[in-house]
């Protein structure tokens, strides 16, 4: 077997568990890298081996995480969405005015999840009826939502929860509670999108809209359903996020769309759509908070940091690209 | 030859992080480490900080980073900026608190990181508040400035240099922030007090340089005179007169520009060209920070738990000493 040969047959693989490989690599760079400890439960005595690090990860991997599920499923139909941090912020305002209010706890995440799956709905609506790119709409969005967020809260942080949704902070079978949010979230996003009808249209759609469109898959809908999801998804990221700050802020969430998208490509998730699933985007947001606790631990500074993301988001499409444009 | 590229990139990539965190030593003035660090050498402080975006906060790392510097001997010191992300803080502070650190010097982006400083208190860490503080009481030591103080000296000084007589601009840093009132409340008071003062309430410049320019420029065509101006902060009296300097028309006497913060060498080197009059030092908490944390780390009990830092006038006059007391100062 020539080495051409050897490259069809392997690439598909590498590029399909990309994020997975970026993870490993990352965890054996932890080994040598991450300070000692001598707590208990550290595997080979290192800090990011060790239980409180898990805990610590899943924490900070549920907001993003949840955004990046969302994000996965507009790039899947070949769209991008801006707006996700801007609808974070304003969900994030609505459901500490909601509890601070006196809402009960069920019916004011009933409420954020429902607006947060109509916002996306709207846009994705918007996107079809208009026929803009979604790039456009979401910028609007984008912008408009943020707005929204300092008009809805007059320019003020809301405070003074009390502990409606602490419990979502706290430990279940030794993993936080909005851990489990997310790996519930992944497995039904998952089987959506593998096991249903909706799920292959899904993929239709961003592989090739026209043939889509002519073999009677139904593309407006399919698409306003990936946005809504994406909706859903940022509701229930914003409902963690209050659960995680205890406050509403208007600023929340600046650049978290931006986050979402890294973690959906460098999972292997191309952004013309059609081609990447939702594990991916799972081990992609993995590999993602690993990267900035392991910099943390090792005292890099956080700017120094950043431009270590840049290039490897470089390094992750221009492998997803591989072979494509030949 | 692909698949080879392949293995080219991984082996980069394990490359590029080995040597990011090589550099990190330079980048984030870290103390000395190897690899692995051993974990009983040195007790850990680290510092939690906001952001590290405006001049104020650029001389606040580079004096803290000074003062821990000293005593590389006795503890290893380690940085973190938030980008003013209060939800990226608490990432910051709960993965630093995996290292196991003696103490934790914060200043908090917003009152909500207060969720994460608790955690660390409770688990005995020493925690001390550098600038803004929190709602609850878990912390050691709060180390601020006081804004209401520095808006009386700054009334006082114009007050004494108009002869208690004539108009204040008072250009407003961003509405709603505690600088901004305490620093206005505080100058109004003694205004108030004095009935030969009328003082124009200007607009909110957001504390930006560029905002205060455009304001003044509007605010010059209106032919309103005026006999000083009174800025929030020295981004904005720079920016006030560079309005002021570029104007076709001007008041026929050079009107006064005080400032506040005291935090760059441009400022200073203003004062010193006479184009500036006075700015009033917002005082840097870190240098203090460093000192109450070896306090800690010796195991005495800091006597306060709120320490407020004083501020100094810098005129034309003093404006050499400034310089060689603090030579942090941003660029």
Not at chain 1, 3 to 26: D, E, I, S
Not at chain 1, 103 to 127: K, N
Not at chain 2, 310 to 315: A, F, G, I, K, R
Request: hydrophobic share 45%; with cysteine.
């Amino acid at each position: 077997m020539n080495r051409t040969a050897l490259l069809k047959t392997y690439l598909p693989t590498l590029q399909k568990y990309q994020g997975l490989v970026g993870l490993l690599l990352l965890m054996a760079v932890a080994l040598v890298k991450s300070p000692h400890t001598d707590l208990p439960g550290a595997l080979f005595h290192s800090t990011f081996y060790s239980t409180g690090n898990l805990r610590n990860v899943l924490s900070q991997l549920a907001v993003p995480g949840c955004l990046a599920i969302g994000a996965t499923f507009v790039i899947l139909v070949g769209g991008i969405d801006l707006s996700a941090g801007s609808s974070l912020g304003l969900l994030n305002c609505i459901c500490a005015t909601w509890l601070v209010h006196g809402a009960s706890t069920p019916i004011t995440i009933a409420y954020v999840l429902l607006v947060g799956t109509v916002i996306g709905a709207i846009l994705g609506a918007t996107i079809g009826f208009t026929r803009l790119q979604p790039f456009v709409v979401t910028l609007a969005g984008m912008v408009s939502l943020r707005g929204i967020a300092f008009v809805y809260t007059n320019n003020a942080n809301i405070s003074g929860l009390k502990d409606q949704i602490a419990f979502l902070e706290s430990p279940w079978l030794g993993i936080p509670i909005d851990g489990w949010v997310l790996l519930v979230a992944t497995a039904v996003a998952a089987i959506l999108l593998s096991k249903t009808v909706f799920g292959r249209r899904v993929y239709a759609v961003g592989g090739n809209i026209e043939a889509a469109r002519y073999s009677g898959v139904p593309v407006n809908r399919v698409r306003i359903g990936a946005f809504a999801i994406n909706g859903f998804c940022i509701g229930l990221a914003a409902i963690l996020f209050t659960a995680r700050n205890s406050n509403g802020q208007p600023s929340a969430g600046m650049g978290y769309e931006l986050d979402a998208i890294t973690a959906a490509v460098v999972g292997g998730t191309a952004l013309v759509g059609g081609y990447g699933n939702v594990i991916g985007t799972f081990v992609g947001a993995l590999f993602i908070v690993c990267l900035n606790v392991l910099l943390i631990l090792d005292g890099v500074s956080y700017y120094v940091g950043q431009g270590w993301k840049g290039i490897i988001i470089l390094l992750a499409v221009y492998l997803q690209n591989l072979g494509r444009r030949v | 030859m692909r698949l080879g590229l392949w293995a080219c990139a991984a082996f980069a990539a394990v490359a590029l992080l080995g040597c990011g965190s090589g550099d990190s030593g330079a980048a984030s003035g870290t103390a000395d480490k190897g690899g692995s660090k051993p974990s009983g050498d040195l007790p850990l402080v680290v510092f939690s900080q906001a952001n590290s975006a405006d001049p104020w906060r650029q001389q606040f790392d580079a004096e803290t980073k000074a003062a821990a510097d000293k005593d590389k001997a006795t503890f290893r010191f380690e940085e973190q900026a938030a980008e003013d992300d209060p939800n990226k803080q608490i990432s910051q502070i709960d993965t630093l608190m995996l290292e196991s650190p003696k103490v934790l010097l914060v200043s908090p982006a917003e009152v909500s990181v207060e969720t994460a400083i608790a955690k660390a208190y409770d688990k005995g860490v020493g925690v001390v508040l550098l600038d803004r503080g929190i709602t609850s009481d878990k912390y050691s030591v709060h180390i601020g400035g006081d804004n209401v103080d520095i808006g009386k000296q700054a009334a006082e000084y114009i007050v004494k240099r108009l002869n208690g007589k004539g108009t204040v601009l008072m250009i407003q840093g961003k509405g709603g922030a505690d600088a901004t009132n305490d620093r206005r409340n505080g100058a109004m008071d003694v205004f108030k007090k004095n009935p030969g003062i009328t003082v124009i309430q200007g607009d909110d410049c957001k504390y930006q340089r560029q905002a205060a320019q455009s304001y003044m420029e509007t605010f010059l065509q209106s032919g309103k005179p005026f006999d000083a101006v009174y800025a929030h902060n020295d981004e904005m009296a720079i920016g006030a007169y560079q309005a002021y300097d570029h104007a076709a028309t001007k008041p026929k006497n050079k009107p006064l520009f005080v400032g506040v913060d005291g935090c760059q060498q441009e400022v200073i080197q203003m004062i010193k060209d006479g184009k500036l009059d006075a700015t009033f030092r917002y005082p840097d908490p870190g240098p203090k920070g460093i000192e109450v944390a070896e306090q800690i780390l010796k195991g005495e009990k800091p006597k306060d738990k709120k320490i407020i830092l004083p501020t100094e006038l810098v005129t034309k006059e003093t404006a050499d000493k400034y310089l060689a007391d603090h030579p942090g100062l941003a660029k």
